[in-house]
């Protein structure tokens, strides 16, 4: 019997149509959305921008490998509710100057329902750092992330 190993290194592809300067139509595995920017800057607002799908990105990387790592670490963390407040710096995207660090704070900010004692949210929290590919990303762009875990009901 062969004994394979999960392939470590996959291609993750997406593709879009853009129909206007602001308009990407993406396509990604059997899903389809918009990104977009608001009315106010020309856009139809049919989606989050790319800078607001940058952070939502954050969120979702931080719900799932916060529940692997919760598991692997028998920590009961129920269910997350997670915020996150961005520091952008707009001078780029407006083509004022090259900035080095467009997002310059994220604050993070992970309310658990579970029994998860605050020692163990810690714990967690250290877990997810190690492991989160956008955290990372973020981090070794240069962004400061600030992160609070916090019990849900305390």
């Given amino acids: 019997m062969v004994d394979l190993k999960p392939q470590m290194t996959v291609k993750l592809r997406a593709k879009a149509q853009s129909p ?32 607001d799908t940058a952070i939502s990105a954050l969120i979702g990387c931080t719900n799932v490998i916060a529940h692997k790592c919760a598991e692997s670490l028998l920590i009961d963390i129920g269910h997350l509710d997670i915020s996150a407040v961005c520091d952008f710096d707009r001078r780029g995207v407006t083509l004022q100057e090259e900035i080095d660090v467009p997002f310059v704070k994220i604050t993070l900010t992970v ?34 992330i600030e992160e609070s875990w916090v019990r849900k009901n305390d």
Avoid: M, W
Wanted: charged share 25%; glycine share 8%.
């Fill in 111 to 144: 309310e658990a329902d579970g029994t998860a004692t605050e020692a163990e949210l810690a714990r967690l929290a250290e877990e997810v750092s190690k492991y989160c590919p956008l955290s990372k990303l973020f981090k070794q762009a240069g962004t400061e």
């Fill in 20 to 51: 206007s300067h602001s308009l990407s139509n993406i396509s990604i595995r059997d899903l389809n959305f918009a990104i977009d920017e608001p009315e106010a800057r020309g856009g139809t607002n049919l989606g989050p921008t790319p800078t």
